[in-house]
């Protein structure tokens, strides 16, 4: 029971510690945005496949938005899903705060990039109802695949470059770097995710869910 405790710290530790690290690394090799961005994309998706492939069997939600879904829909308990989400926020700031050291930087900081906008908050639940969705379309045998296609396409087609993360969004105020986000504009990205979630889940029950 206790492996999928450790398996959410650790899975979002490693993800949004490729994430924001991959863009320190982008940022650091090249001054084309648009080249970061690609680097950052395909580490994201690749640190995706590989930590849902290999902590799958334990749990790999790394995000408390797909948790509450989870929740919601009596896969996991209302205690599980408080502990999941405190150990996803945790993980996150951690991975976020070592991969600041790693690169030489100041390990705690805050963001200073500044992403507010009525564009961005849609983006988001577009972005967050894209990526529950497709999770819960998905077979457990496709899942990994799934996710990681997605989040690398919706990095490129959604504005607010996909975050889609509750967890995620507050690691990533941690580094004033490439992948950040300024603090003061996180509570507005966790609402929009939050709408995109339960949006997801309200089109999944009325229209794919299989009938028991």
């Given at each position: 029971?206790?492996?999928?405790?450790?398996?959410?710290?650790?899975?979002?530790?490693?993800?949004?510690?490729?994430?924001?690290?991959?863009?320190?690394?982008?940022?650091?090799?090249?001054?084309?945005?648009?080249?970061?961005?690609?680097?950052?994309?395909?580490?994201?998706?690749?640190?995706?496949?590989?930590?849902?492939?290999?902590l799958g069997d334990h749990s790999s939600h790394f995000n408390p938005i797909v948790s509450l879904v989870m929740r919601l829909r009596g896969e996991i308990s209302t205690n599980t899903f408080f502990v999941f989400s405190i150990l996803q926020i945790a993980g996150a700031i951690l991975g976020v705060i070592l991969a600041n050291y790693l690169f030489d930087l100041d390990p705690?900081?805050?963001?200073?990039?500044?992403?507010?906008?009525?564009?961005?908050?849609?983006?988001?639940?577009?972005?967050?109802?894209?990526?529950?969705?497709?999770?819960?379309?998905?077979?457990?045998?496709?899942?990994?695949?799934?996710?990681?296609?997605?989040?690398?396409?919706?990095?490129?087609?959604?504005?607010?470059?996909?975050?889609?993360?509750?967890?995620?969004?507050?690691?990533?105020?941690?580094?004033?770097?490439?992948?950040?986000?300024?603090?003061?504009?996180?509570?507005?990205?966790?609402?929009?995710?939050?709408?995109?979630?339960?949006?997801?889940?309200?089109?999944?029950?009325?229209?794919?869910?299989?009938?028991?």
């Open positions: 029971m206790k492996s999928k405790y450790l398996a959410e710290f650790l899975g979002t530790a490693f993800l949004f510690w490729a994430v924001v690290g991959s863009g320190i690394m982008g940022q650091n090799l090249n001054q084309n945005d648009a080249v970061t961005l690609l680097a950052n994309t395909f580490a994201t998706v690749f640190a995706l496949y590989f930590l849902i492939t290999c705690l900081q805050f963001s200073e990039k500044a992403r507010s906008g009525t564009n961005l908050f849609v983006s988001e639940i577009v972005a967050t109802f894209g990526l529950l969705l497709v999770i819960l379309l998905s077979s457990k045998e496709k899942v990994a695949a799934t996710v990681a296609a997605y989040i690398g396409g919706a990095y490129w087609f959604t504005s607010s470059t996909s975050f889609a993360n509750p967890a995620g969004t507050i690691g990533r105020s941690f580094s004033n770097t490439f992948a950040g986000i300024s603090p003061s504009d996180i509570l507005h990205f966790c609402v929009a995710q939050l709408i995109g979630a339960l949006l997801a889940l309200f089109v999944y029950n009325s229209f794919f869910k299989k009938p028991e």
